[in-house]
């Protein structure tokens, strides 16, 4: 059964970091690609950031361009979100998908994991 688990969301501050991971099992992570998603209350589902299943190629949104950045490690199965500079505006539920699109089109991804949580506030 083909399976994304993200974790690693909470409460930070403004300034602050976070890490989300994604988990995949029931599938091979390096035939896909991997994106990551978020929606805020009160507004669309987004696209953050993705990455290739080619050769690891990434693409990041510009309202987080320079601040998040995207990784996998197929060994483990898992792909990583890293957060810096957070801001109050980045605050929603993350979703990590998995699909065959090369960039944030969100019709092109399959596989969707359950969310984790953000929230940035002092």
């Known amino acids: 059964q083909l399976q994304l688990v993200e974790s690693g969301g909470g409460l930070v501050q403004p300034g602050g970091s976070l890490r989300l991971s994604c988990a995949v099992s029931?599938?091979?992570?390096?035939?896909?690609?991997i994106g990551w998603f978020r929606h805020a209350p009160g507004r669309e589902r987004e696209g953050i950031s993705c990455i290739n299943k080619r050769d690891g190629s990434t693409y990041s949104a510009d309202a987080v361009k320079g601040r998040f950045t995207i990784s996998r490690d197929n060994a483990k199965n898992t792909v990583y979100l890293q957060m810096n500079s957070l801001k109050p505006e980045d605050t929603a539920v993350y979703y990590c998908?998995?699909?065959?699109?090369?960039?944030?089109?969100?019709?092109?991804?399959?596989?969707w994991g359950q969310g984790t949580q953000v929230i940035v506030s002092s």
């Open positions: 998908a998995a699909g065959m699109s090369d960039y944030l089109h969100q019709s092109e991804y399959d596989y």
């Open positions: 029931g599938f091979t992570l390096a035939y896909y690609a």
